[in-house]
């Protein structure tokens, strides 16, 4: 601004600022959601004494694969063509507002749900390990697909060009893969501890791990409704 003492450029700066809040935001709530899906799962299953659906590796497994890369294709993801349409924020205004702790703790219940459904489901129909194996499953499905619709909290997933983040698309199709490897390599299967699950299989869990996706994006989609009103 001092350089070029052009308008423009203070225009610039502060949709530059607002895309960095924007994606530091969305990539914040990514983590705690999954964090948050997690614990619940975890807790849960504690406290009406099921045995531990996810082991370790399995956690290491998740932070490495659905928290570090899709989380880091979030922090750059490009600013949103919309954003200097907005109101701007007050100055008091936390980054961790109501409405941030209502979708994370959502999120987190919704994920967990959907885990504890099918764990709950194989170990009344199967063995634990294939209970395990299909909890630890869907729960890496779910956290990677809801990464799409991080990238906005007012926009529906299908409104954002794929495009647009190129790298996300690319880092989650290559855990999905490594996911279904986990489930079909011996190899790899030994090493994450887990077992062997027909391709059928993987796919009605990658379907039933789009559930939290699903219905975060409706919700956008009444929230959207009722500010138009």
Same mark, same amino acid.
């Given at each position: 601004?001092?350089? =070029?003492?052009?308008?423009?450029?203070?225009?610039?700066?502060?949709?530059?600022?607002?895309?960095?809040?924007?994606?530091?935001?969305?990539?914040?709530?990514?983590?705690?959601?999954?964090?948050?899906?997690?614990?619940?799962?975890?807790?849960?299953?504690?406290?009406?004494?099921?045995?531990?659906?996810?082991?370790?590796?399995?956690?290491?497994?998740?932070?490495?694969?659905?928290?570090?890369?899709?989380?880091?294709?979030?922090?750059? =993801?490009?600013? =949103?063509?919309?954003?200097?349409?907005?109101?701007?924020?007050?100055?008091?205004?936390?980054?961790?507002?109501?409405?941030?702790?209502?979708?994370?703790?959502?999120?987190?219940?919704?994920?967990?749900?959907?885990?504890?459904?099918?764990?709950?489901?194989?170990?009344?129909?199967?063995?634990?390990?294939?209970?395990?194996?299909?909890?630890?499953?869907?729960?890496?499905?779910?956290?990677?697909?809801?990464?799409?619709?991080?990238?906005?909290?007012?926009?529906?997933?299908?409104?954002?060009?794929?495009?647009?983040?190129?790298?996300?698309?690319?880092?989650?199709?290559?855990?999905?893969?490594?996911?279904?490897?986990?489930?079909?390599?011996?190899?790899?299967?030994?090493?994450?501890?887990?077992?062997?699950?027909?391709?059928? =299989?993987?796919?009605?869990?990658?379907?039933?791990?789009?559930?939290?996706?699903?219905?975060?994006?409706?919700?956008?989609?009444?929230?959207?409704?009722?500010?138009?009103?």
């Amino acid at each position: 601004i001092i350089t =070029d003492d052009n308008f423009a450029t203070i225009v610039a700066a502060v949709e530059e600022g607002r895309g960095i809040y924007d994606n530091i935001r969305k990539t914040l709530q990514y983590l705690l959601a999954g964090n948050v899906g997690e614990l619940l799962l975890m807790t849960i299953c504690v406290v009406i004494g099921l045995p531990t659906p996810l082991l370790p590796i399995h956690l290491l497994w998740i932070n490495l694969v659905t928290d570090g890369l899709p989380a880091l294709c979030l922090a750059t =993801d490009p600013i =949103d063509a919309d954003v200097m349409k907005r109101q701007p924020r007050r100055r008091t205004e936390r980054i961790t507002n109501p409405s941030f702790v209502r979708t994370m703790f959502l999120t987190g219940f919704l994920t967990a749900g959907v885990a504890f459904a099918v764990y709950f489901y194989m170990l009344k129909t199967g063995t634990t390990e294939t209970a395990r194996a299909s909890a630890f499953a869907v729960l890496v499905f779910a956290e990677l697909l809801r990464a799409f619709g991080a990238r906005s909290e007012t926009k529906s997933v299908w409104r954002i060009s794929l495009f647009t983040n190129v790298n996300l698309v690319i880092v989650v199709a290559l855990a999905i893969g490594l996911q279904l490897l986990s489930q079909h390599s011996a190899t790899v299967g030994r090493i994450l501890q887990t077992s062997y699950m027909p391709f059928a =299989d993987c796919l009605w869990l990658l379907a039933l791990g789009a559930i939290p996706l699903l219905v975060l994006e409706l919700v956008k989609v009444v929230r959207s409704g009722m500010h138009q009103k």
